[in-house]
């Protein structure tokens, strides 16, 4: 596996454990991880406002949404003509993350990454999801002062959005386990299980 160049995309939902399973198994492999990285680098290399990316993040603005009840839906590789801030900084987005496959073996954590990787031969997919009362606990104990309900609200919340996010941009459905190669629940499965099991998987299959 690691004479050739190969990419482990992970969608997650939010609290599921999915950016921390992503970065034990970056070190694991040492090879690169991508999550928020991505974003600096896009910003970066696009000439354009951090504070964008960070506000554009996995989140489609709402005069995008209104398209969702009419079932209008756009690849990813396709922007307005009409091109607003937020085509500009999700190109920038796709562009970093195919340059970033190119380049190096590496881990590259949500934004549709799957989906514009799919004609790689060499990329895996996978998804991590959790029980509400697991994805609750870890957002509890990471913000200060969140409780178990307010948890639980920003987590259905986060989902919603990133839902909406891939769906509209992917003609695939967002945690369904036709998207991906590998589906995880972490409240069932310890993450170094999990990580086991995503390595021997990708040995398997890159042979």
Known sequence: MADKKFIITIGRQFGSGGHDIGK??????????????????????AGLNPALFKKADEKLPSFYLSNLSMNIGFYMHQFSPSASYYDSVQK?????????????????????????????????????????????????????????DD??????????????????????????????DLCFDSSRLPEDDIIDIIIEYANRRLK
């Open 24 to 45: 034990k198994l970056a070190e694991k492999l040492g090879i690169k991880f991508y999550d928020k990285e991505l974003l600096l680098e896009a910003a970066k290399e």
């Open 92 to 148: 920038a987005i796709c562009d970093m993350i195919r340059t970033v496959a190119e380049r190096e073996s590496c881990i590259i954590v949500g934004r549709c990454a799957d989906y514009l990787l799919r004609d790689n031969p060499r990329c895996i997919n996978i998804f991590i999801s959790a029980s509400q009362d697991a994805c609750a606990e870890r957002i509890v104990k990471r913000m200060d002062g969140m409780t178990i």
């Open 151 to 180: 948890a639980k609200s920003l987590a259905k919340k986060e989902n919603k959005l990133r839902a909406e996010y891939y769906n509209f941009y992917t003609d695939k459905e967002w945690g369904h386990s036709t998207s991906y």
